[in-house]
């Protein structure tokens, strides 16, 4: 079911890169809530990605950049523009890679030139699309801009290595940049810290099965998918969070709340009978 949520508005969504990505997900979620778009990622993850498949499907061209470029990004920007013949509405990045995690380093044998690599991939690239995008004034007043993130930025996961302060890096450029540019162009700010997520990133985290099935067992809501992650996504870009910025918005079933849940406590005593009424119905109090 739709609600043209997005009816009239434009955006550009940067990282789709296959069925599997949240990106692909909320390209596909806003079009279906009558919005227009258009579509960038790496000329290399353009050559491994389907990405040509989804623009077509859409009607949505693509605009290849690598967002560490600032020259790529004013070139996204303005041919966007350009193509809808004014600014547009709404922007998402969902861009983070670590050549660290890839390479096997552990986050007390980083290689710094990589590290650097996952800080400008995965955040700063954050900092230079806002700046050109104010620069150039290519969002329309009350626009909204959101990246995706994780809760490793405020808690220590295993294996998530220096993506961890890579998003940290995000989340504060989001506050930063929310607040002057939402004074002088009403333009709101925000950042989705989603569930772990099965995309081809996301499978690149060690353990990642193992993590996925520890938040599922410790959310009371289970494990936001990607899906469900693009319709937040699609609310954000609506009207009706027209006062929301700044903001680091947990969406991950509850896990961000919860110290331990019986179903967690449960993989270690293995036996959920202790916890049964006499009819066998689990009391979670």
Known sequence: MTHNLLKGKRGIIFGALNSESIAWKVAERCVAEGAQITLSNTPMALRMGELNELSERLNAPIIPADATSVEDLERVFAESVQHFGGPVDFVLHSIGMSPNVRKGRTYDDLDYGYLQKTLDISAISFHKMLQVAKKQDAIAEGGSVVALTYVAAQRTFFGYNDMADAKSMLESIA??????????????????????????????IKEMENLMDFAGKMSPLGNASADECADYCVMLFSDFTRKVTMQNLYHDGGFSSMGMSLRAMNQYAKDLAPYEDEEGKVIYG
């Open 175 to 204: 506050r930063g940049f929310g607040y002057i540019y939402g004074r002088e162009k009403g333009v709101r700010v925000n950042t989705i810290s989603q569930s772990p997520t099965p995309t081809t990133a996301g499978k690149g």
